[in-house]
């Protein structure tokens, strides 16, 4: 339970974001009921993570999704109460989501609305019978249609259109990150009441970054300028210091670290995935634009993470996040030993 200090004020993330829609542009609430909403998918998923052992919920459903990953019976959970929660509230044109292969559109009989979600339901979940954390992301954009039933082009958006954009980790404790532009905010879910109360406000990316986070198995399959790279972060290659490897194999849980801790996390293209493994739209871009907001950056190698233009709804990209001085380096080895 997240210790509150004496004078410290308890705000409910409800609180949180009413007192923020104040300055959000025509805000009509529409986008505070839309970030509620998500907090309580939120919390209905954290109940049944804690749980995932003893409630038979452990193990695959034998079905595969669209990246031909095995879908865990939590994702099937997950994506249904994301959608459940969504698809009747009249805020959203259409939805897109990791465990669906095309953009999910909101049923004829109810009314659409003036914003897109983008999430991955529970991404890491790989991880779960292994009791590691996992995670929901999500992204919110402005349909760029006028009315009617959202369309493909109202999804592919640009990181530097977001509205909106987190995660939720359910790990030691459930966490929900947001930013709607104006700073990153953390809130501790308080399951004895099932409130989710700030308990990181503002968070900012340690100016000294303590932690590097890549999956060092593919090492022999990265180009030249990504191992040298790596050799830099580890004290090599004329570097002035080392940072030490920490990989959990769970984005969410990883970045989540290293935006406390300092760091930057990176999934390179390699021989065999020469797109990268991780989406554009559902993980990239909001996991960038919370490092951002939180002083960080976030490129695909080459170029910002923001002005990164999806055509495909699961496209994927190489991805550098965290401090801007690290992924920066980043940038320049690629730039120094890979052909574009
Ligand atoms: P690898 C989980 O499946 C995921 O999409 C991310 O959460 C995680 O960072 C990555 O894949 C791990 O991939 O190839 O290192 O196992």
Known sequence: MPKIKPGHKITTIERHIMDRQADLPDATGALTSLLYDIALA????????????????????GQENIQGEEVKKLDVYAQKVIYQLNDHTGR????????????????????TGKYVLLFDPLDGSSNIDFNVSVGTIF??????????????????????????????????????????????????LDPSVGEFLLSHPNI???????????????????TEGIQRY??????????????????????????????????????PSDSRAPTGKLRV??????MSFIIEQAGGYAST?????????????????????????????AEEFIAKYDKA
């Open 92 to 111: 959203l044109a259409a939805m897109g989501s990791e465990e669906e292969d095309e953009i999910i559109p909101i049923p004829d009989k109810y009314p």
């Open 42 to 61: 939120g919390k209905l998923i954290a109940s049944r993570t804690t749980r995932a052992g003893l409630a038979d919920i452990l193990g695959g459903t």
């Open 281 to 286: 739209l559902y993980e990239a871009i909001p």
């Open 139 to 188: 992204a919110i954009f402005k349909r760029k249609t006028e009315s009617g039933p959202g369309t493909l082009e109202d999804v592919l958006q640009k990181g530097a259109d977001i509205v909106a954009g987190g995660y939720m980790v359910y790990g030691s404790s459930t966490m929900f990150v947001y930013s709607t532009g104006d700073g990153v905010h953390g809130f501790t």
């Open 230 to 267: 790596t050799r830099w972060l580890r004290g090599e290659e004329g570097a002035d210091r080392s940072l030490s490897l920490r990989y959990i194999g769970s984005m969410i849980a990883d970045i989540h670290r290293n935006l406390l801790g300092g760091g930057v996390f990176y999934y």
């Open 301 to 329: 190698g080459r170029s910002p993470i923001r002005d990164l233009q999806p055509t495909e709804l699961h496209q994927r990209t190489p991805l550098f996040v965290g401090n801007k001085d690290l992924v920066e380096k």
């Open 204 to 222: 900012r990316l340690p100016e000294k970054p303590k932690y590097y986070s890549a999956n060092q198995g593919y090492q022999s399959r990265w």
